[in-house]
């Protein structure tokens, strides 16, 4: 008999129960579908991390508000197969919303704090809904690697702060934003915008670039701030909300951080509602001797 006095202890001991040793390794790619170079990037970094990569194609009804797009977020799920095909994955995962919502389920993820602020202010209940089927679905796909993109950097605070305070056994891999040429994050909501908006989005993307050569908090707030004023006078563009924060608690910053921090932003561009963000890390003043 053993007896495990830790958690580390007790994953040792739970990770040599499972035959063959060594074990395939899997990787996640959980996604709403309407693939595009983003979900391609964690694709392909699931496949170099991995013996085995399932991806998840699955629009979660939890995560979307009344008025917001469920009913017609692109569902073009043969081109998303032959895209899943030609990078190699293994197993898609198309579940139904019957499937996953049974009748009579009452459980439910809370994101807590961080799930009130930024996107979970503006989208009262998202980050609950994303946090309830992600948990679902790495109980079912059962990963040893989950990939998800930092171009939803909340979604990923909040998941990296489940697995941590629920004892989720996954790891967390974070994918760089993949950008159109012109700097636009690629989504899958971009193919809603008009020529006019698509312009006018390129302000999120114009902001954190504003930001990136910029030695303080408030110099590269100032100069993103800058950049979304002027978008303001395109009566296309109405920002939501743009902060620089605490990369795993979205606290808001002190003029006199050091050390990392994100630049998130959001914006409606017509009827649509993107968003972006950049990590920066500060220096601090430099000490003399
Ligand atoms: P979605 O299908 O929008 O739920 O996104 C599925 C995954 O792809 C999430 O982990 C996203 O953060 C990630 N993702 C979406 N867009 C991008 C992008 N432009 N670059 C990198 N990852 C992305």
Same mark, same amino acid.
């Given at each position: 008999?053993?007896v495990?006095?830790?958690?580390a202890?007790l994953?040792d001991?739970?990770?040599?129960?499972d035959?063959?040793s060594?074990?395939? =390794?899997?990787?996640?790619?959980? =996604?709403?579908?309407?693939?595009?170079?983003?979900?391609?990037s964690?694709?392909?970094?699931?496949?170099?991390?991995a013996? =085995?990569?399932?991806?998840?194609?699955?629009?979660?009804?939890l995560?979307?508000?009344?008025?917001?797009?469920y009913?017609?977020?692109?569902?073009?799920l043969e081109?998303?197969l032959e895209?899943?095909?030609r990078?190699g994955?293994d197993?898609?995962?198309?579940p139904t919303?019957?499937d996953?919502?049974?009748?009579?389920?009452q459980?439910?993820?809370n994101?807590?704090?961080l799930?009130t602020?930024?996107?979970?202010?503006?989208?009262?209940g998202h980050?609950?809904?994303?946090l309830?089927?992600?948990l679902?679905?790495?109980?079912?796909?059962r990963?040893d690697?989950a990939i998800?993109?930092q171009k939803d950097a909340?979604?990923?605070?909040?998941?990296?702060r489940?697995?941590a305070?629920?004892? &989720?056994?996954?790891?967390?891999?974070a994918a760089p934003?993949v950008r159109?040429f012109?700097?636009?994050a690629?989504?899958?909501?971009n193919r809603?915008l008009?020529p006019?908006e698509?312009?006018?989005?390129?302000?999120l993307?114009?902001? &954190?670039?504003?930001?990136r050569?910029?030695d303080t908090p408030?110099?590269?707030?100032l100069?993103?701030?800058?950049?979304?004023?002027?978008?303001?006078?395109?009566?296309?563009f109405?920002?939501?909300?743009?902060?620089l924060?605490?990369p795993?608690t979205?606290?808001?910053v002190?003029?006199?951080?050091?050390g990392?921090?994100l630049?998130?932003?959001a914006a =409606?561009?017509?009827?649509?509602r993107?968003?972006d963000?950049?990590?920066l890390t500060f220096?601090?003043p430099?000490?003399?001797?």
């Amino acid at each position: 008999m053993k007896v495990a006095s830790s958690i580390a202890e007790l994953a040792d001991l739970r990770d040599a129960l499972d035959a063959p040793s060594p074990r395939p =390794t899997v990787a996640f790619v959980p =996604t709403m579908g309407a693939l595009h170079d983003g979900h391609v990037s964690l694709i392909d970094l699931a496949r170099s991390l991995a013996d =085995t990569v399932i991806v998840s194609i699955f629009v979660n009804p939890l995560q979307f508000g009344p008025g917001e797009d469920y009913a017609r977020y692109p569902r073009p799920l043969e081109d998303d197969l032959e895209a899943c095909r030609r990078h190699g994955v293994d197993v898609v995962l198309v579940p139904t919303v019957a499937d996953l919502y049974p009748a009579g389920r009452q459980v439910s993820v809370n994101a807590g704090q961080l799930g009130t602020v930024f996107e979970g202010a503006a989208r009262p209940g998202h980050l609950d809904g994303m946090l309830t089927v992600m948990l679902k679905l790495l109980n079912i796909v059962r990963p040893d690697i989950a990939i998800l993109g930092q171009k939803d950097a909340q979604q990923l605070a909040c998941i990296r702060r489940m697995v941590a305070d629920l004892n &989720v056994v996954v790891d967390v891999v974070a994918a760089p934003i993949v950008r159109e040429f012109d700097g636009l994050a690629l989504s899958s909501r971009n193919r809603y915008l008009t020529p006019p908006e698509r312009t006018s989005a390129l302000a999120l993307s114009a902001a &954190v670039r504003a930001a990136r050569e910029q030695d303080t908090p408030e110099k590269a707030y100032l100069a993103a701030y800058d950049v979304v004023e002027r978008a303001q006078s395109d009566p296309l563009f109405a920002l939501g909300y743009l902060a620089l924060v605490q990369p795993h608690t979205f606290v808001e910053v002190t003029d006199d951080h050091v050390g990392p921090a994100l630049l998130v932003v959001a914006a =409606t561009v017509g009827t649509t509602r993107l968003i972006d963000n950049l990590e920066l890390t500060f220096k601090g003043p430099e000490l003399d001797d």
